[in-house]
Antibody
Framework: QITLKESGPTLVKPTETLTLTCTFS??????????VGWIRQPPGKALEWLAL???????RYSPSLKSRLTITKDTSRNQVVLTLTNMDPVDTATYYC?????????WGQGTLVTVSS | QTVVTQEPSLTVSPGGTVTLTCASSTGAVTSGYYPNWFQQKPGQTPRALIY???NLHSWTPARFSGSLLGGKAALTLSGVQPEDEAEYYCLLYYGGVWVFGGGTKLTVL
C-alpha cells in the first residue's frame, strides 16, 4: 500500500522559512524512475507545481519560485523535505506531496499552511 | 513564463459526453509533454486519472479517456455520471519542469 503524508507547521510568520516533510511508505526513492514532488493550492485557487526530486537526486524547481525553494531526500528514512524561504501571506496554501512514476499517481492528504503575523 | 490554459467551466448532461482541453502557451501539445489529468472534488485531495496522454491509472473508470486533439491535450468523459462533477486539472512536462493548468470546473446538470 502506497501512502504519503505531509507534516510541518500550520502557521508561519512573514519572512520565516517553511520546512515541510513528506514521509512515504510502500515504495522506495532509490528505485530507478521514481520521483517525489511538492504541489500547493491556495484556498479556492488552482494547483501549482513547486518541485520534484528523483531517485538519482536530480532536482527540479518551478522557475518562478526557484530562488526560494530547496528539495532534499533522505532515502533511508523515506522522507522528502521542502523548504521555502521568505514566506509571505500569498504563500498561504495547502501543500501536497505526490509520487511520480510515469505519471503523478499517489498524493498525500495535504497540509494547510497559513502565513500570518 | 509558460502558461497552460484550460476551459474555466463546462456543463454536461448526465449520460452525455464532454471533452476538456489543455493548451500550452509554447505551442502545440505533443506526447512529449506527457499530459497528466487529475480530478478534484471540493475539500478533497486531487486524484490522478490519466498519465502520458492516454494511459489510465488502475483505478480510473473506463469512461475517462485521454488524447491529443487539435494541438491540445484532451480529456474525454463518455457516459458522464453525476459523481463526475468536479474540478479537472491538466499537468504538462517542460523538460524537467511541470506546469498545471488553471483547471476546468465541470458541472453535471
Amino acid at each position: 500500500q502506497i501512502t504519503l503524508k505531509e507534516s510541518g507547521p500550520t502557521l508561519v510568520k512573514p519572512t520565516e522559512t517553511l520546512t515541510l516533510t513528506c514521509t512515504f511508505s510502500g515504495f522506495s526513492l532509490s528505485t530507478s524512475g521514481v520521483g517525489v514532488g511538492w504541489i500547493r493550492q491556495p484556498p479556492g485557487k488552482a494547483l501549482e507545481w513547486l518541485a520534484l526530486i528523483y531517485w538519482d537526486d536530480d532536482k527540479r524547481y518551478s522557475p518562478s519560485l526557484k530562488s526560494r525553494l530547496t528539495i532534499t531526500k533522505d532515502t533511508s528514512r523515506n522522507q522528502v523535505v521542502l523548504t521555502l524561504t521568505n514566506m509571505d501571506p500569498v504563500d498561504t496554501a495547502t501543500y501536497y506531496c505526490a509520487r511520480r512514476v510515469g505519471g503523478v499517481d499517489y498524493w498525500g492528504q495535504g497540509t494547510l499552511v497559513t502565513v500570518s503575523s | 513564463q509558460t502558461v497552460v490554459t484550460q476551459e474555466p467551466s463546462l456543463t454536461v448532461s448526465p449520460g452525455g459526453t464532454v471533452t476538456l482541453t489543455c493548451a500550452s502557451s509554447t505551442g502545440a501539445v505533443t506526447s512529449g509533454y506527457y499530459p497528466n489529468w487529475f480530478q478534484q472534488k471540493p475539500g478533497q485531495t486531487p486524484r490522478a486519472l490519466i498519465y502520458s496522454t492516454t494511459n489510465l491509472h488502475s483505478w480510473t473508470p473506463a469512461r475517462f479517456s485521454g488524447s491529443l486533439l487539435g494541438g491540445k491535450a484532451a480529456l474525454t468523459l463518455s457516459g458522464v455520471q453525476p459523481e463526475d462533477e468536479a474540478e479537472y486539472y491538466c499537468l504538462l512536462y517542460y523538460g524537467g519542469v511541470w506546469v498545471f493548468g488553471g483547471g476546468t470546473k465541470l458541472t453535471v446538470l
